[in-house]
């Protein structure tokens, strides 16, 4: 009986066994795999990433836009034609100083002539005819400048704003160069080194020169004034270089005489006009 016992608790305790292994085996372990991404998240990615760049290609375009409009406007002011009397003027004397400094070759013709001369009877002796002309300045002279070498003919204008009446300036239809005007001031008997006229021409005679040509001629004047009714300066100015193209003025003048004596002819009063033109071109830098 004792042993029909043993052999039942060892079947139960090997039926236990069985059943706890089979437990054991199935027990599984968990998966560790990362979850997988989905479509629609691939899918924002690249949203994302697309409209980065796209707003960066825009930033840049709208930036090398702005730059541009920017150096356009740079070289728009750079050659824009001055507006202001001080700022025409100064062109003007750099200009005329660059010319100096330069040494061009150049051509001037000045021709000036007599209008209106009355003079009584003395208008019919040739002789003081001829003399009467040639101290006003009566003529045409011509002269021609080679490049390199300074000449007189050239003059370095020192106009100030006191000088002048009014100044204007426009740019050619090309943009290549500033077209200046400059009108100077009315003035009475306007002398060498002491005038406006003079301050950028020498091409008139004052009255100390037209006294000391009398003189020569052996004839005798009582007084002379010179009023001087216009004188406008014209200039064509490079736009890049401040260099002359051209330039002319013209200088319009009234003369009055009293008492002029020759050899034995007398009159009371001698009067006309002066109307001296001058012309630069050929300029050769």
Not at 96 to 107: M, S
Not at 132 to 149: M, N, P, Q, R
Not at 194 to 211: A, H, Q, W
Not at 216 to 231: F, L, Q, W
């Amino acid at each position: 009986m004792k042993k029909v016992i043993l052999s039942l608790v060892a079947i139960v305790l090997a039926a236990a066994m069985v059943f706890s292994f089979a437990a054991c085996g199935d027990k599984e372990e968990p998966e560790t795999t990362a979850p997988e991404i989905t479509d629609a998240a691939e899918d924002v990615i690249v949203e994302s990433d697309e409209t980065t760049i796209a707003d960066a290609e825009v930033a840049t375009e709208e930036t090398t836009v702005e730059e541009t409009t920017v150096e356009e406007t740079t070289v728009e002011e750079t050659t824009a034609a001055p507006t202001a009397k001080a700022d025409i003027i100064a062109l003007y004397n750099e200009a005329t100083k660059n010319a100096v400094d330069a040494k061009p070759g150049f051509k001037k013709t000045v021709t000036t002539e007599l209008n209106d001369l009355k003079m009584g009877a003395l208008a019919k002796i040739d002789l003081v005819r001829d003399t009467v002309g040639d101290f006003l300045g009566e003529g045409t002279e011509t002269i021609s400048a080679a490049k390199g070498k300074k000449s007189d003919a050239l003059k370095a204008s020192t106009l100030s704003e006191s000088d002048v009446k009014d100044a204007k300036c426009e740019l050619s239809s090309d943009g290549k160069y500033y077209e200046v005007t400059i009108t100077v001031k009315n003035e009475k008997n306007p002398l060498k080194d002491k005038s406006s006229l003079n301050k950028f021409t020498n091409d008139y005679k004052d009255i100390n020169e037209m006294r000391a040509g009398l003189e020569d001629a052996g004839a005798a004047v009582e007084t002379i004034d010179i009023t001087v009714k216009s004188a406008t300066v014209k200039a064509k100015i490079a736009a890049d270089t401040k260099e002359f193209k051209s330039v002319d003025y013209v200088i319009d003048s009234d003369a009055y005489l009293t008492n002029v004596k020759y050899t034995i002819a007398k009159v009371k009063v001698v009067t006309g006009n002066i109307y001296t033109t001058v012309s630069y071109s050929d300029f050769s830098y």
